[in-house]
């Protein structure tokens, strides 16, 4: 009978493939293809799907059809989901520090620090779900017996480079505003650092968000935004992470199909919490209402 250090050292490891996240499932890439994670070493870490044209395709076809549910759900409701993640993510914290160790090659402690920051960062913009309607919208002084109000709403699905240079803080910082409105995103993910991304979609799996409002893609960025860019159904394009691409011609891109584009800012942290993040992605309808003259 062979002792449990001899098991351990018969062995083998299962390399883990890394798979996309679209309409609240998680397909291999349709291409079939992957390529692999390794350390800042050099050492292997996993297989990551390479999503193609027809997977961002899908994404959006998946977050377009979600986003009735999700705008439809009241502004509270929004909040208790994006405070449940968070809950989660922070119950998943070990994972995401050890994954982050391994991609990164930073400290425990820094790791620790990052994945800190994203679950408060998810708990601030959970926090705006039901609060930033006020701030963003207004009461119009009329010349006449009129109610005249201003209120922001979602501008639909939203498509998103996320930054490429950190692991999973730039990934949340990304996604939670456009949620917050009631948008749906579809978002390619750090391509050196996929795996918290597909960990994160495991996160949002098991929380309340419906199926679809979020849909992850890994691969490159550069192969994949030019289509994000240009689809018809998708209504804003976040550039946040897309310093390093020609995002004029995404700009150009976009153009064609009037869809609402926020520029990254060279020097600048696009990504830091803010409430113009979430007032981006949102459009102002303006309502009149008769004043009752009893």
């Known amino acids: 009978m062979s002792t449990p250090r001899q098991a351990r050292e018969r062995h083998l490891t299962v390399p883990k493939t890394y798979k996309l996240f679209i309409g609240g499932a998680f397909p291999r890439s349709e291409s079939g293809r992957t390529y692999e994670v390794v350390s800042t070493q050099g050492d292997f870490l996993a297989n990551a799907a390479l999503a193609s044209r027809k997977d961002a395709r899908d994404a959006v076809k998946a977050a377009t059809a979600a986003g009735a549910k999700w705008a439809g759900a009241t502004a509270y409701n929004r909040g208790q989901v994006l405070y449940r993640v968070a809950e989660i993510l922070e119950g998943r914290r070990a994972q995401f520090v050890a994954e982050i160790v391994a991609q990164t090659g930073v400290s425990a402690a820094v790791a620790g620090a990052e994945v800190d920051e994203a679950v408060d960062r998810w708990v601030w913009y959970a926090g705006w779900c039901d609060k930033f309607a006020q701030v963003s919208g207004s009461l119009n002084p009329v010349?006449?017996?009129y109610f005249d109000i201003s209120v922001p709403e979602p501008t639909g699905t939203v498509a998103v480079i996320a930054p490429q240079d950190t692991a999973l803080l730039g990934l949340v910082s990304a996604i939670a505003p456009a949620?917050?409105?009631g948008n749906t995103v579809v978002v390619v993910a750090a391509e050196r650092f996929p795996l918290s991304a597909i960990s994160l979609a495991e996160v949002l799996a098991t929380s309340d968000v419906p199926g679809g409002t979020v849909n992850?893609?890994?691969?490159s960025p550069a192969e994949l935004a030019p289509?994000?860019?240009s689809h018809r159904e998708v209504r804003a394009l976040d550039l946040v992470g897309a310093a390093a691409l020609d995002?004029?011609?995404l700009e150009i891109a976009a153009a064609d199909t009037l869809t609402r584009v926020l520029r990254p800012e060279r020097g600048l942290d696009a990504a830091a919490p803010?409430?113009?993040?979430?007032t981006a992605f949102t459009e102002t309808k303006t309502v009149w209402h008769t004043k009752s003259l009893v």
Do not use: C, K, N
């Open 227 to 229: 289509w994000l860019a």
């Open 179 to 181: 949620l917050v409105a």
């Open 274 to 278: 803010s409430l113009q993040r979430i």
């Open 247 to 249: 995002w004029i011609d």
């Open 216 to 219: 992850i893609l890994t691969g």
């Open 143 to 145: 010349a006449g017996p």
